[in-house]
């Protein structure tokens, strides 16, 4: 079965800090990959996503991840951190061939200090 | 466009109640999905309809949950004989039929067993 390991579940860089997210998955077949946000109160909503192609994908606001198939890791960066990323954020996976449930990794609670 | 959403966003029930819980997904979408998010356990997947096939249930923790999905649009979870264990947010998500198999998540329904 898919497993996912963030590393850190809370995390505090200071306002204009590099962002980094730790993310490994277990498959030996390279699953999707995704990253969702969850701000309080709210439901998830995606950053970024890789299926196939260039393995530096680049999201939303300002974020990107790398899928290294040799570390099987998808690590989330951003070069400078803004107060309004302050959120929970997981690292997901789901097998491929179409739709398939996510399966996720346990979240990291990004703080942000000005 | 009109997002996932779901009914109601806050429900508190006494222990042994049942409970139904809804979901509206994006118009279009063939393939919604209902996951569980909890402070022990994190994000859950609990059940996923794809258009006419039959149901992964592989995810529902016991014969109290089951979920239906009408028309090949609205869904309902329902949960019967409530327990405590039960209290967590229940989130519903929906994909389209092609393309790059990202979820669109709801708000959610928080669930309060008292």
Same mark, same amino acid.
């Given at each position: 079965?898919?497993?996912?390991?963030?590393?850190?579940?809370?995390?505090?860089?200071?306002e204009g800090?590099?962002?980094?997210?730790?993310?490994n998955?277990?498959?030996?077949?390279p699953?999707?990959?995704?990253?969702? /946000?969850?701000?309080?109160?709210q439901?998830?909503?995606?950053?970024l996503?890789?299926t196939?192609g260039?393995?530096?994908?680049?999201g939303?606001?300002g974020f990107?991840?790398?899928?290294k198939?040799?570390?099987?890791?998808?690590?989330l960066?951003?070069?400078s951190?803004h107060?309004?990323?302050?959120?929970?954020?997981?690292?997901?996976?789901?097998?491929?061939?179409g739709?398939?449930?996510? /399966?996720f990794?346990q979240?990291?609670?990004?703080?942000?200090?000005? | 466009?009109a997002?996932?959403s #779901?009914s109601?966003?806050?429900?508190?029930?006494?222990?042994?109640k049942d409970?139904?819980?809804?979901?509206d997904?994006?118009?279009?979408?063939?393939?919604?999905?209902?996951?569980r998010q909890?402070?022990?356990?994190?994000?859950e997947f609990?059940?996923?309809?794809?258009?006419?096939?039959a149901?992964?249930?592989?995810?529902l923790?016991?014969?109290?949950?089951?979920?239906?999905?009408?028309?090949?649009s609205?869904?309902?979870?329902?949960? #019967?004989?409530t327990? #405590?264990?039960?209290?967590?947010?229940?989130?519903?998500?929906?994909?389209?039929?092609?393309?790059?198999?990202?979820?669109?998540?709801?708000p959610?329904?928080?669930?309060?067993?008292?």
């Open positions: 079965a898919q497993s996912v390991t963030q590393l850190g579940s809370h995390v505090s860089v200071s800090a590099l962002v980094l997210l730790r993310c998955y277990s498959s030996s077949v699953p999707y990959l995704f990253w969702y /946000v969850q701000y309080p109160n439901g998830l909503q995606l950053l996503k890789y196939t260039a393995t530096l994908v680049k939303i606001n990107e991840a790398e899928f198939k040799s570390e099987t890791s998808f690590h960066t951003k070069p951190a107060m309004s990323d302050a959120a929970e954020y997981f690292c997901a996976v789901s097998d491929r061939g739709a398939q449930k996510l /399966v990794g979240g990291t609670r990004l703080t942000i200090n000005p | 466009g997002g996932v #779901q109601p966003s806050n429900k508190v029930t006494e222990k042994g409970v139904e819980l809804r979901c997904p994006i118009s279009g979408h063939t393939a919604l999905y209902w996951y909890s402070l022990g356990q994190g994000l609990l059940i996923y309809f794809q258009g006419n096939s149901p992964d249930k592989s995810g923790p016991s014969d109290r949950f089951s979920a239906e999905r009408t028309g090949g609205v869904s309902t979870l329902t949960i #019967q004989r327990q #405590q264990e039960d209290s967590a947010v229940y989130l519903c998500a929906s994909s389209p039929p092609k393309g790059g198999y990202e979820q669109y998540f709801g959610g329904t928080r669930l309060t067993v008292t």
